[in-house]
C-alpha cells in the first residue's frame, strides 16, 4: 500500500495483517480522488471513519487537506493508523471509538467524510444518517461511501443526492446536500 499522489505520494503505508480488514485499492483511491480533489482538496477537513490503515485520509491530507479526524473501534487498526501518520505534518486526530459514539461527540462540520465500514456491515447507512442529523458535513462538503455492489443503500437520507461509480464488485456513492439547501 502507499500513497498515490501529492505532497507523500509514494509514502508506503503499512497493511493490515487481518484477512476481515480490506484496504482501499489503489485503483478506487484513484477514482475516489479524481472525483473529490478538484473541488475537496485544498484546505479540507476530513473525517475518514471505519479508518482501517487509515490510508484514505493520509491520501486526503496528501492531496490538500489540513486536517484529519480518523475513527476506528479496533485497537488494532488504529494503532496501524498512527504508525501511517508518522511523518504526516498536518493537523490530525485518532480516535478508538464505535462510529455511533465518534459522531455523536464531534460537532464541527466537515468538508470530506470517508466511510469504508466491513462490506457485511450496515454502519454506512446509520453513519450517513447520523451525520444528516448532526449536520457533521458542511453544505458544500461531501461523503464518500465504499460498499458492496451488491449492498445498495436506496434509502439514503433524502437530503442527499447520490452519485455512484462500479469498480469491479466494490461501488463507490457519493453523497452531498442538494443545491436547495444552499439557499436556505
Known sequence: MRVIAGTYRGKRLNAPQD?????????IKETVFNVLCNRYGI???????????????IEALSRGAVECVFVDRDIASVRLTRSNLIGIKEHTEVYTADYKVALSKLSQPFDLILIDPPYADTAAYDAIAMIDEKKLLALDGVIFAEHSRENNFINFPASFIIDTRDCGNTRISFLTYPRECHEE
Open 43 to 57: 484546505g479540507a477537513r476530513v473525517l475518514d471513519l471505519f479508518c482501517g490503515s487509515g490510508a484514505l485520509g
Open 19 to 27: 484477512r476481515n480488514v480490506r484496504p482501499t485499492t489503489d485503483r
